[in-house]
């Protein structure tokens, strides 16, 4: 088998390994660019590989920089199988309905307001593209092996959010493990990984290589940030991932006002998308912690706004309050709208869950933002909570390889910023002694070849 490795490498988003043992071809993955203008770009480029000549998709979770850019192999000729288990299958159809929407949107608004440097601006695809992608959807289940033309594929856990695994590739000659994003192993919602089936080949996610989640009871630093800030008078901004972030928020709120750790405010879940992934936890119980009682609490903890109507009373309310919105990535959707209202007083608090990149310049400290072409004085309190991460840390991504039963003939890193990346690399060679490099952008790997004969484009 070879891998090539289109996008997540060097950088976080656009997941996309192409897997080949010379008849079948497989895509491990189908994501998205996001975060920063020059990723995103990449979205626009031709399909890496030719869509028509694809057997199968096969994804590890449903996340958008794993998944959505399946509406684009579809439209230019994708007909083949879409691997995923039954939690994946539901949140893709909402994250791809809701990305095509975003796109459009965007594009419109793009065009209305003139602040696109094209002449006109279109979205990559359209909620009709999107669509089109649910029928190809064909569920699996974790620790069942099925195969695809003579290359075995099989499932584990993964934590991460709700119906995440890793994913084994294997022929009679050789195999190759793909981690997926893992998850934390003390996530309060989403049951830790599972430890790593052997493989002669690990390509594995490095997000938070260089660093372990600080040791805090992310319960309390979440309620002594909206606290302060409802004791000002505030209104707490939190920008959430719809998937996983949203739902850990909504748990952990109604605990700090259980326990009395924060007072007691208004919580607003302002993200359609992210309430009905809420209400998702409701049928697929196999797959997280929380019991039947817990899950319905969580979901009665907040007021879901499913209209745009509904979302902008909030800008008129005065009252302090917490509104949990998206996209966690900043790059859409109606965060930008509060946004927009809140960070020029220094009252309210721009909550930050975790890393994302076009965040970075306001937690660097940036004194104006620019939002749908305009700029902003940043004047609120803009706090980070990167215990919200449904990452691993550095420690337990380190453990979570080390489990592996023998000893891998190597490991690539992607899914990485490069300090981070390569920091994990240090350590995996030094604390397992295993042959471990960075993947590179385009790269093809020859799985029958020593490590270190890799080909590059
Ligand atoms: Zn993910």
């Known amino acids: ?60 979770h449903a996340h958008i920089d794993h998944s959505g850019y399946l509406p684009v192999m579809v439209r230019e ?7 995923v288990t039954e939690p994946t299958r539901d949140l893709v159809q909402i994250l791809l309905e809701d990305s095509a929407h975003l796109q459009e949107e965007e594009a419109r608004n793009a065009n209305r307001e003139g602040y696109s ?32 033309d003579g290359i075995g594929i099989e499932h584990t856990p993964a934590g991460h959010i709700l119906g995440a695994g890793s ?5 009679d000659r050789t195999s190759i493990l793909f981690s997926g994003d893992l998850g934390p192993p003390d996530d309060p919602i989403i049951r830790p990984p599972e430890p790593p089936p052997a493989a002669d080949w690990v390509v594995m996610e490095s997000t938070y290589g260089d660093r372990d989640h600080p040791p805090i009871d992310p319960i309390e630093q979440l309620a002594q940030v909206v606290d302060r800030t409802l004791a000002r008078g505030g209104k707490v901004l939190i ?82 309050c917490v509104i949990i919105s998206a996209s966690g990535m900043l790059s859409g959707g109606r965060i930008l709208h509060h946004m927009k ?40 309190e803009i706090a980070l909570l990167s215990t919200y991460s449904a990452h691993a840390g550095q420690s337990a991504l380190l453990e979570w390889i080390g489990q592996i039963p023998e000893p891998p003939r190597g490991v690539f890193l992607v899914h990485g910023e490069p300090a981070a990346a390569d920091c994990l690399r240090l350590e995996i060679a030094d604390r397992h002694g295993f042959p471990v490099r960075v993947a590179e952008d385009r790269e093809t790997v020859d ?11």
């Open 167 to 171: 994913v084994r590739l294997s022929t």
């Open 77 to 83: 000729g994708f007909r083949g199988p879409i691997y």
């Open 1 to 60: 088998m070879q891998i090539t490795f289109f996008g997540a490498a060097g950088t976080v988003t656009g997941s996309k390994h192409f897997v080949t043992d010379g008849t079948t071809r497989l895509l491990v993955d189908c994501g998205l660019y996001q975060g920063l203008k020059t990723l995103r770009l990449r979205n626009w480029r031709p399909p890496p590989v030719d869509p028509s000549s694809l057997d199968a998709i096969v994804l590890t």
């Open 341 to 380: 209202h809140l960070i020029r007083y220094p009252e309210h608090t721009i909550l930050l869950p975790g890393f994302q990149a076009p965040g970075a310049s306001l937690l660097a400290g940036a004194k104006s933002v620019k939002i749908h072409g305009q700029r902003f004085s940043v004047k609120a």
């Open 117 to 148: 440097h094209h002449d006109l601006a279109a979205p990559l695809y359209t909620v009709a593209d999107a669509k089109r992608v649910f029928d190809q959807l064909v569920t699996i289940e974790f620790r069942k092996p099925y195969s695809v």
């Open 239 to 320: 920008s959430a991932f719809a998937v996983g972030r949203a739902q850990r928020i909504l748990y952990s709120l109604g605990q700090a006002f259980a326990r009395g750790l924060a007072r007691e405010a208004p919580v607003y879940l302002d993200s359609p998308m992210a309430s009905d992934v809420t209400e998702l936890y409701l049928h697929h119980h196999d797959f997280h912690k929380l019991s039947e009682e817990d899950t319905r609490a969580m979901c009665r903890s907040a007021t879901f706004l499913r209209s745009r109507e509904d979302s902008q009373t909030l800008n008129g309310k005065r009252e302090p």
């Open 447 to 457: 799985c029958l070849a020593p490590f270190g004969n890799e080909v590059r484009d």
